[in-house]
């Protein structure tokens, strides 16, 4: 019976055989992305390509139903290119093709603002919006990322996951806000003897110990941060199966990912100078930038065995 191996971010399991495969399939522990390798194959291959049926992609391969994005991923480094070069990579990029992406995003940005805009529940459609829209754009930047030729309509692209980009972005929010909670709860404890015995010493140490619960919730956003871009690449994961998987991907680089978003923070107080106008030309660079981070954090489509 064949023996399997495979390569999930970086790291090697196995031998498994071919029901322990799709075992792990079926819960999202190996996805088309991820590299499988046997005794007789020159390399390893993603498993997307060796197992297009355990992927319910059928003969076409898994582009034609497995993943939102039609451009096959390319190979990454593990994270080992440098924010600097990865912005720098997005400058190239999109250096004489600025158009379509800005307006991409305008395009986005008003449907999220029109769709606050009802009386009353302006706020309902706007969350219920917000993954589907998240979604798309992910699926626009990876392709345009990768060298598609992409288009106005992936904004909708979302809404083929709909159920999925809608729970998943839900659920991170109240992970992260439960995560906040928790790392806040002494300070609030704190905060609350203070106001009731009107000591503002009493106050002021319980907002000094509520910090480590922002500092967590960022945590945890940069954890969960990646869950779209893998949703965007296997449609097949389901909310918390792109969550775990986003966990794995992010460890040992959520540091990195936060420095990353700092590099625009002097752009973006530019861009208020210029009344906003600036963000039409920074939103697109961040999102390239972005996803350039998350197809970086992927392993060389051409991973060697490791004995």
């Not at 309902?124 to 998240?134: M, S």
């Not at 930047?141 to 083929?160: P, Q, V």
Request: with cysteine; charged share 10%.
């Amino acid at each position: 019976m064949t023996q399997w191996y495979c390569g999930v971010q970086g790291q090697q399991y196995g031998p498994l055989d071919e029901q322990a495969l799709r075992g792990w399939i079926a819960e999202g522990r190996l996805t088309a992305n991820d590299f499988v390798w046997c005794e007789g194959m020159a390399s390893w291959r993603p498993a997307g390509e060796q197992f297009p049926d355990m992927f319910h992609a059928g003969a076409a391969g898994w582009r034609a139903g497995l993943g939102l994005v039609a451009v096959f991923p390319p190979g990454g480094t593990g994270g080992a290119t440098p924010n600097a070069e990865l912005t720098a990579q997005a400058r190239r990029l999109l250096d004489g093709r600025w158009g379509l992406p800005i307006g991409f995003c305008l395009l986005a940005g008003l449907i999220s603002f029109a769709s606050g805009m009802l009386p009353y529940i302006g706020w309902i459609p706007q969350l219920i919006l917000a993954g589907p829209l998240e979604l798309g754009v992910i699926v626009f930047f990876l392709t345009f990322n990768r060298g598609g030729l992409g288009d106005l309509g992936m904004l909708f692209a979302g809404f083929k996951n709909f159920g999925t980009a809608l729970g998943t972005s839900l659920l991170v929010v109240l992970l992260v806000f439960a995560w906040m909670l928790l790392g806040a709860s002494m300070g609030i404890v704190v905060m609350i003897l203070g106001a009731a015995t009107e000591e503002p010493a009493v106050i002021a140490l319980g907002m000094v110990l509520m910090v480590p619960g922002f500092v967590l919730g960022i945590v945890k956003q940069l954890a969960y941060s990646q869950a779209m871009f893998l949703i965007a690449d296997d449609s097949n994961l389901g909310c918390m199966a792109a969550i775990r998987r986003s966990m794995q991907l992010m460890n040992g680089f959520k540091t990195k990912l936060f420095c990353l978003g700092w590099r625009f923070f002097g752009w973006a107080l530019l861009c208020l100078l210029t009344l906003g106008i600036g963000f039409l030309w920074l939103t697109p660079y961040m999102n390239v930038a972005f996803a350039r981070f998350y197809d970086d954090l992927q392993p060389p489509r051409e991973a060697q065995h490791v004995q």
